[in-house]
């Protein structure tokens, strides 16, 4: 094989693929990365990389002076192609051994026997296409509130719900929950289907694919439980994960009893300076009331900080507590200028939404579900 392809290309490329590779895999092997070029004419080669529960694959142009197949160590290549200069890239097949020559720098790389390398997936076909900003948006706004405790997979998965051209994206970790709605174009008006899908995959293919025109979406059929992303010229696909999401929907308060809005720019100003002195897990308290919240951490002999903020409450005064960075997520994935924060009482969740303007929810249709910290006394 001997390819030429410019710098920036290959690094993206090659940053497209190492992101989905595995930090420990089972097998070295699984950590390497598929380079391909075809004498088909195409002027192309296609780079792959696949665990046995996720792929990733991308083809981007070239110069293909002689076809072939090559693997490499995944991670080593990655930080090689950022560390390139600013000039076309060779990459050389010779005596199982690659050489990358870019400029004066040169690499030679061990190879992998590529004979040994999984086959990867087949692409299922096209469920339906949404644009890409709007699909990383609403991935980022949900995945924050998956969990990361591997002994619990089911909740470290974002429920993907299917009805029409509308989707539903909801993630927890039982400490807090986020949805967000939109609508797509089907390719079939009738679909209406559900998976669940690793937050971590997602959320990273989701921000690579925000520039595209249009994203796929690909949900297997049969039972295969396997999920493909593609746009830009790439491709991911992931099994799904198995087990039973927690039935969400009914955690959502229908009523309230108080509802603020307030500046959220303000707001998350005030909560980072006020939880700079609280401990790990200590609660930020919020006390409204009138035409302001108070903002407290701290307590006793400890440090403690104090912070109002002007805000507009309707209902009833109350006093709430939460984690501080769990609430300085849900503010900053509702991207509105104003937020609106509803309550039922103070040991009851909290719905954080966002508002384009007063009295005007915002047409993202997110909602941000936190559980408060139960204060003392």
Not at 55 to 74: F, I, N, T, W, Y
Not at 210 to 235: F, M, P, T
Not at 257 to 263: C, D, H
């Amino acid at each position: 094989m001997k390819v030429r392809l410019e710098r920036d290309v290959m690094a993206d490329a090659v940053a497209w693929v190492a992101r989905t590779l595995p930090s420990r895999p089972s097998q070295p092997i699984l950590a390497a990365i598929l380079i391909e070029s075809s004498d088909t004419g195409t002027d192309e080669v296609v780079l792959s990389g696949f665990d046995k529960e996720t792929s990733a694959q991308v083809h981007v142009a070239a110069d293909v002076s002689e076809p072939g197949r090559v693997l490499v160590s995944g991670r080593l290549l990655a930080e090689i192609a950022r560390a390139l200069p600013a000039q076309p890239v060779e990459l050389i097949l010779h005596d199982r051994q690659l050489a990358v020559r870019c400029g004066r720098a040169s690499f030679t790389l061990p190879t992998f026997n590529v004979e040994d390398y999984p086959r990867l997936p087949d692409m299922p076909d096209s469920s339906g296409t949404i644009p890409g900003a709007i699909f990383a948006e609403a991935v980022a706004q949900v995945a924050l509130a998956a969990g990361r405790d591997d002994t619990l997979p089911v909740l470290t998965g974002v429920r993907l719900e299917v009805a029409g051209d509308s989707i539903t994206l909801a993630a927890t970790d039982r400490y807090r929950l986020a949805v967000r709605e939109f609508n797509w174009s089907p390719q079939h008006p009738g679909i209406d289907t559900q998976a669940l899908i690793p937050a971590r995959v997602l959320a990273d293919t989701a921000k690579a694919l925000a520039g595209a025109d249009e994203v796929h979406l690909a949900l297997a059929q049969g039972g295969e439980g396997l999920l493909g992303i593609s746009g830009h010229g790439r491709r991911t696909t992931t099994r799904l994960l198995d087990g039973e999401f927690p039935k969400y929907r009914s955690l959502l308060p229908t009523e309230s009893v108080s509802t603020a809005t307030l500046s959220t720019a303000d707001l998350v100003e005030a909560v980072k300076r006020v939880a700079l002195v609280a401990e790990r897990n200590s609660p930020l308290r919020l006390s409204f009331n009138g035409g302001e919240v108070n903002l407290s951490a701290g307590t006793g002999d400890e440090a403690r900080a104090d912070e109002a903020v002007e805000c507009t409450l309707d209902g009833e005064s109350i006093d709430i507590a939460f984690n501080p960075q769990y609430l300085i997520d849900g503010l900053g994935a509702i991207d509105s200028p104003i937020t609106h924060m509803s309550f039922t009482a103070s040991s009851r969740p909290a719905v954080v939404t966002g508002m384009t303007e007063p009295g005007a929810l915002s047409q993202t249709q997110y909602r941000y579900l936190l559980m408060p910290i139960r204060l003392a006394g």
